[in-house]
């Protein structure tokens, strides 16, 4: 995969050099180029950002640096042999970016991003370069950040992990929360290592006891406790047919019950952890 980066701080880039992500840099399996955008000013003061027209407060990153820096970028992939590029652009307004969202970017083969700073970048960039190739406006969460770049390090991180050889496990990340199947709704339960006893506090058994399908039936469960607790809007929007017999003797003990549409609701007398 290559990923191309546009930014006015290019050292906020620097963490995808360490960690898993540095790794597969390393290995050839990440291919990273971070542009600082002020190299495509014209001016003295390297300007990438005027005043809004309609007034109001904040200041508006220019269409001139931002469409030269994409054009350069595009051409350097083009010639380096890359192929079907996506522009990922972070904004709070774009679509929110779940675990669905981040396996659908990993397999694509170059993501350019535009992390954008002030109260963003003129639309008319956005809506030029989608004339030229997909883009995907992501949101990471309701709340807005003073840039973008720290939205591209959740976003790179969260993809990275997902291509082939980047993880030591090949398994590793199908047991997450949000891992498409049988964890696509759900929170993963709490996980133990050794020592088996710690400051008087020690581990459930069944995870001693050597029997997969307790230990698996077991995790499950835990995954419904804490998706019940911290995330219940997820178990309501489940569809009741997506999940077995046991699944539902969980749920039903954690004061869940399906509803005449096919999902699930919680009963009042439910009880709180």
Same mark, same amino acid.
């Given at each position: ?8 701080? +290019? ?6 050099n ?12 990440? $291919? ?13 003061h ?8 309609? !007034?109001?407060? !904040? ?16 051409a350097g992939?083009?010639?380096a ?8 652009v972070p904004?709070?307004s ?11 970017l990993?397999?694509r ?12 970048? $003129? ?8 004339? *030229? ?22 976003i ?8 082939p050889g ?7 990340? *199908? $047991?997450?929360?949000?891992? +498409?199947?049988?964890?696509? $709704? ?17 581990i459930p058994?069944?995870?001693?006891s ?6 698996? *039936? ?5 995954a ?11 178990i ?6 997506g999940?077995d ?10 004061g ?18």
């Open positions: 995969m290559r990923l191309d980066v546009v930014t006015i701080f +290019p050292e906020y880039l620097e963490p995808l360490v960690s898993l992500v540095g790794k597969a840099r390393a290995r050839g399996s990440l $291919d990273v180029h971070v542009h600082d955008l002020r190299d495509w000013t014209h001016d003295r390297n300007t990438v950002d005027d005043t809004p027209y309609g !007034g109001g407060p !904040g200041m508006v990153m220019k269409t001139e640096p931002w469409g030269e820096a994409l054009d350069d970028a595009l992939g083009y010639e042999g890359a192929h079907s590029p996506v522009l990922v904004t709070p774009g679509r929110p970016f779940t675990q669905e969202l981040a396996v659908e990993s397999e083969p170059w993501l350019i991003f535009t992390p954008a700073r002030y109260e963003g970048i $003129d639309r008319r960039v956005t809506d030029e370069y989608a004339t *030229r190739m997909p883009v995907v406006e992501v949101s990471i969460g309701d709340y807005v950040l003073a840039g973008g770049e720290a939205a591209v390090l959740v790179t991180e969260a993809v990275a992990r997902l291509l980047v993880l030591g496990n090949a398994e590793s990340h *199908r $047991d997450d929360s949000f891992a +498409p199947g049988a964890m696509a $709704d759900l929170l993963e339960g709490p996980v133990y290592t050794k020592p088996p006893r710690w400051r008087g506090r020690g058994e069944v995870l001693l050597g029997h997969h399908g307790r230990i698996a *039936r077991w995790r499950r469960d835990e419904f406790r804490r998706t019940a607790l911290h995330r219940p809007d997820l309501e929007r489940c569809e009741a047919s999940f017999k046991k699944d539902r003797e969980m749920l039903s003990i954690l869940w019950s399906p509803s005449p549409d096919g999902r699930f609701w919680r009963r009042p007398e439910a009880v709180e952890e």
